[in-house]
């Protein structure tokens, strides 16, 4: 395990590139990052964001797509964690305020009891409050946007924002819906199967994790399931909007 002072170096290095909108270099390249090393690194970055006054709202899930995992050469899902002010408003989104934007299609769900450790689907089904189509907005802080897997977990697993339509029935069949994104006037598509061919077991990993991390899922958290697509550049100013069939839209304008 690396020395506390190095982790703390390590939180300072993310947080001036978070709060700057600059990106730096990789922690790998500088430090012997274990991923239990990099989750202290996680946890320490959201002790800063706290400490200035955020709320943790939630949690996001990393690689629930097959495709994703084999691409990084992982085999199993990563989790990040989502504030209040990680939410976009009315306002929209300000690209200058992000290093190297990119939109992802997800599933929201909010909890309606705490969860911690191995459960079921069955459990983690029961525990849905209700459900709603997200954008996650991921931005790697890293120069060229180029990390190592304990990088990416240290650097809240790229999680950057995060957009949710209106809140839904639990009771929805989303294991295969359909998912299209719009960015700067293209188009494209997905589905909710690709989220671990089933979006309700990311909860069950998020459950899992967040114990290995010593917190747990508690009632009215979101949970973010995981993109459906590959992650979408955000080349220029305009509206995003996602469309998932039988749950409804979720959109946002990104600005200068």
């Known amino acids: 395990m690396?020395?506390?002072?190095?982790?703390?170096?390590?939180?300072?290095?993310?947080?001036?590139?978070?709060?700057?909108?600059?990106?730096?270099?990789?922690?790998?390249?500088?430090?012997?990052?274990?991923?239990?090393?990099?989750?202290?690194?996680?946890?320490?970055?959201?002790?800063r964001r706290t400490d200035r006054g955020e709320r943790i709202v939630g949690f996001k899930m990393g690689f629930t797509?097959?495709?994703?995992?084999?691409?990084?050469?992982?085999s199993d899902q990563i989790i990040?964690?989502?504030s209040d002010r990680m939410r976009i408003g009315a306002e929209?989104?300000?690209?200058?305020?992000?290093?190297?934007?990119?939109?992802?299609?997800?599933?929201?769900?909010r909890l309606g009891a705490p969860l911690s450790g191995d459960i079921s689907r069955d459990h983690a089904l029961a525990s849905i409050d209700a459900v709603a189509p997200a954008i996650e907005i991921i931005d790697s802080r890293y120069r060229d946007f180029k990390f190592s897997l304990a990088d990416v977990i240290a650097d809240n697993s790229s999680s950057a924002a995060f957009a949710i339509g209106q809140w839904r029935d639990p009771g929805l069949d989303l294991s295969d819906a359909h998912m299209t994104m719009e960015v700067g006037g293209e188009r494209f598509t997905g589905s909710s199967s690709a989220i671990l061919g089933d979006p309700v077991l990311a909860i069950v990993s998020a459950a899992r994790l967040v114990k290995e991390i010593g917190s747990r899922l508690e009632a009215g958290m979101i949970i973010l399931a995981g993109a459906a697509t590959e992650a979408v550049a955000i080349g220029a100013p305009g509206p995003v909007r996602l469309d998932v069939a039988a749950l409804g839209s979720v959109e946002f304008t990104v600005n200068p």
């Open 2 to 47: 690396i020395l506390k002072h190095s982790i703390e170096t390590m939180v300072d290095s993310l947080d001036q590139a978070q709060q700057s909108a600059t990106a730096t270099d990789q922690l790998s390249t500088r430090f012997g990052l274990s991923l239990e090393d990099a989750y202290m690194v996680q946890q320490g970055l959201f002790k």
């Open 65 to 74: 797509s097959v495709a994703k995992m084999k691409q990084m050469g992982v």
């Open 80 to 82: 990040g964690q989502l």
């Open 92 to 109: 929209g989104l300000s690209l200058s305020s992000f290093v190297h934007p990119r939109v992802e299609p997800e599933i929201a769900f």
